[in-house]
């Protein structure tokens, strides 16, 4: 294992808890292949597709993979930042995986209290945060790679979730309509 592997994830924390910018992270594709096989296997399981199975959960998965490298690709293109799309989206991804895995145990929490509206549990709060932590996570990184104000990082974070959602919404009425 190299010296840059070893740095990755410590980096990566680094830049959950806003202390790093992918700027730190090392320039490495591979790496970066290998956390999107990381997040690609992390996001199926977190996925509550229940009965529509695996492949659908699967599909949403890569869609969202694609769109991030597609939005990231793009926004550091209109930047004339296109030098910096590895280290940004090893970012992105890297931390994305850190919180798909925090969300894990809460995501299978959250399955279990259904149908007891009555829980006092933290679960939904906790879930609620992490949410909202990597929404701020995010909005560091783009702020970071683009050199940028915080509204323009804000603004560009809402445009990229708005767009997973619509791709999610889109993948999930064309598998419900087969």
């Not at 989206?89 to 007891?116: D, E, K, R, V």
Request: charge should be positive; charged fraction near 10%; proline fraction near 5%.
């Amino acid at each position: 294992m190299s010296v840059e592997s070893r740095s990755f994830p410590r980096t990566l924390l680094r830049i959950a808890l806003l202390k790093a910018s992918p700027a730190d992270l090392p320039y490495a594709p591979n790496v970066s292949l290998v956390l999107v096989a990381c997040y690609l296997a992390i996001n199926v399981l977190l996925s509550p597709i229940g009965a529509r199975g695996l492949e659908l959960a699967a599909m949403l998965a890569v869609a969202e993979v694609g769109l991030l490298a597609l939005f990231l690709r793009t926004v550091l293109a209109l930047w004339k930042l296109r030098n910096r799309f590895v280290q940004t989206f090893s970012a992105a991804i890297g931390c994305g995986c850190g919180f798909s895995l925090a969300a894990l145990p809460l995501a299978w929490g959250l399955q279990s209290l259904q149908g007891n509206p009555a829980s006092t549990s933290p679960l939904p709060l906790l879930f609620v945060l992490l949410v909202v932590w990597n929404f701020v996570v995010i909005v560091h990184i783009l702020r970071q790679a683009l050199d940028t104000r915080l509204h323009v990082s804000v603004g560009l974070n809402l445009i990229y979730m708005l767009c997973s959602f619509q791709v999610s919404v889109l993948i999930l009425a064309g598998s419900s309509a087969a």
